[in-house]
């Protein structure tokens, strides 16, 4: 399938972790040029040097998607050094043992600036970038935004309080933004959203394994059996995704809100 991808420019925030990493090499092969941005310079190099392909144009940047400051000096690095942005990639987010409840830590003990900070992470860290990067494709008058949310957004997670609340914002966002782009500045300007569900990554990894057994906590039994395909999925499997929502073939889809998650959210439990 032709994606019309070659060419284009692609900003990937969050781009040194393992979904983005995935997403930023997927579109690397399809013949884009990529921008890592992420808040650890050395993740972000790191990243860019297992994906680098000979003759493809790649730039590895240290930015922190919630300062706004950084953001702007990023995007016009960005554009200074490949001419244009075409896609944005917002995958910058995790979840925090301080804002996700458990047996050491009661709902009612929870900080609220530790629920501001998992707003901070997984929702500005979406508009922000969205802001500065949606203010080139509406001066070009397109572009396309992909925002990685979660089934959190969709159906709130038991104990990860600030991380569902944040998604589901994000997921709301999404639609409100694809809207407002199409209707104010072009409707070839899209904004879509690309929900994994339960995959076996740093940012979980202490909600799912115990760490001093290696063992699968109760939590991880607990979510394999509500997923019909009763496995943790791969980031790798969220990538054919993500280049279908940012290609042509997705061209008249925006708003959209798609799961990745082996059914989980398909799936009543019973």
Not at 106 to 117: H, L, N, T, W
Not at 163 to 181: C, I
Not at 201 to 229: C, H, S, W, Y
Not at 257 to 268: E, H, L, M, Q, R
Request: proline share 3%; with cysteine.
């Amino acid at each position: 399938m032709n994606t019309g991808l070659e060419g284009k420019v692609a900003v990937v925030t969050g781009g040194g972790g393992a979904i983005c990493g995935e997403i930023a090499r997927g579109l690397i092969a399809a013949g884009t040029r990529i921008a890592i941005w992420d808040i650890s310079l050395d993740a972000a190099r790191n990243k860019m040097n297992e994906i680098e392909i000979q003759g493809c144009g790649l730039m590895a940047t240290a930015c922190d998607v919630t300062a706004r400051e950084q953001v702007l000096r990023a995007t016009e690095a960005v554009a200074a050094e490949f001419g244009t942005i075409d896609i944005l990639i917002n995958g910058a987010g995790g979840s925090h043992k301080t804002s996700t409840t458990s047996p050491d830590l009661e709902f009612f003990d929870i900080e609220p600036e530790a629920i501001r900070e998992g707003l901070a992470l997984n929702y500005f860290s979406a508009v922000i970038p969205s802001q500065a990067v949606g203010r080139v494709f509406a001066e070009k008058k397109s572009g396309v935004i992909v925002n990685v949310s979660s089934i959190a957004g969709i159906s709130p997670l038991t104990r990860a309080l600030s991380y569902s609340n944040a998604k589901a914002a994000l997921n709301s966002f999404t639609q409100w933004l694809a809207v407002h782009m199409a209707q104010n500045y072009s409707p070839e300007i899209r904004v879509n959203a690309i929900a994994p569900g339960f995959m076996l990554t740093d940012q979980n990894r202490f909600l799912l394994v115990d760490d001093r057994t290696g063992e699968m906590t109760e939590r991880g039994k607990t979510i394999l059996a509500q997923v019909p395909m009763g496995r943790y999925g791969d980031p790798k499997e969220i990538v054919g995704a993500a280049l279908w929502l940012v290609s042509d073939a997705a061209s008249f889809v925006t708003g959209a809100v798609i799961p990745v998650d082996g059914g989980f959210t398909a799936s009543s439990g019973v």
